[in-house]
């Protein structure tokens, strides 16, 4: 069985100030690992996904995670925030095979004070 | 635009009284998931539906079900709801296979329980 810890409940930032949202995992096989989004009183989108290959991601909205196996870490990073990034992003991970279901962290707040 | 919809957005049912909601995508995906997102939480898998075949999480509990007549429309039945049952549904889809993989989320509906 997957599992995914983010580490932070919370993250209060300044616009234009870097950030970074931690995540860790643990699975014995294989994993898929994503970073998805959700503002107010909406569904879930998709930040970006880490598969295979490269290990530095690059998403939507200037989002970059970094997938290190050996830490089994996923931390999700962007160099400049914006009051429009202020949502809930969750670290998720799914297995390879048949239906793939996601697994969630307990999520991350992410506010941006002007 | 292909997509996946949610109706209605928010649902108010009374304590034991039978409610449905509904799911439709547009991307003729194999896989449909519905999800419970209780306040401040991660979203949990309740169960999906990989083409015809239903496929319940161990935990979901019985007062829970789901119908999937065509490729397009998925149901999320309570059959008695509780105080406990409030929360935010979601739907989302996926083609289930291959290196594309990635899950598609509908806005939401959000469930009240008077």
């Known amino acids: 069985a997957q599992s995914v810890t983010q580490l932070d409940s919370q993250v209060p930032v300044f616009e234009e100030a870097p950030v970074e949202l931690r995540c860790n995992y643990s699975?014995?096989?294989?994993?898929?690992l994503f970073w998805y989004v959700q503002y107010p009183n909406q569904g879930l989108q998709l930040l970006l996904k880490y598969l295979s290959g490269s290990t530095l991601v690059k998403g939507i909205n200037g989002f970059e995670a970094e997938f290190n196996k050996s830490q089994t870490s996923f931390h999700l990073r962007k160099p400049s925030v914006h009051i429009s990034d202020t949502a809930e992003y969750f670290c998720?991970?799914?297995?390879?095979?048949?239906?793939?279901?996601?697994?969630f962290g307990q999520g991350t707040r992410l506010t941006i004070n002007p | 635009d292909a997509m996946v919809i949610q109706n209605p957005r928010y649902q108010v049912t009374q304590f034991g009284k039978p409610v449905t909601l509904s799911c439709s995508q547009t991307?003729?995906?194999?896989?449909m998931y519905w999800y419970q997102q209780k306040s401040s939480q991660a979203p949990k898998l309740l169960f999906h539906?990989?083409?015809?075949?239903?496929?319940n999480e161990a935990d979901t509990p019985d007062n829970f079900q789901s119908r999937r007549p065509n490729t397009s429309f998925c149901f999320l039945d309570i059959r008695s709801p509780g105080l406990g049952d409030a929360a935010m549904y979601l739907c989302?889809?996926?083609?289930?296979?291959?290196?594309?993989?990635?899950?598609?989320f509908g806005p939401g509906t959000r469930l009240t329980v008077t």
């Open positions: 998720a991970v799914s297995d390879l095979e048949g239906a793939q279901k996601l697994v």
């Open positions: 699975s014995s096989v294989s994993v898929y």
């Open positions: 989302a889809t996926s083609r289930g296979t291959g290196l594309s993989y990635e899950q598609y």
């Open positions: 991307l003729n995906h194999n896989v």
């Open positions: 539906y990989y083409d015809k075949d239903f496929n």
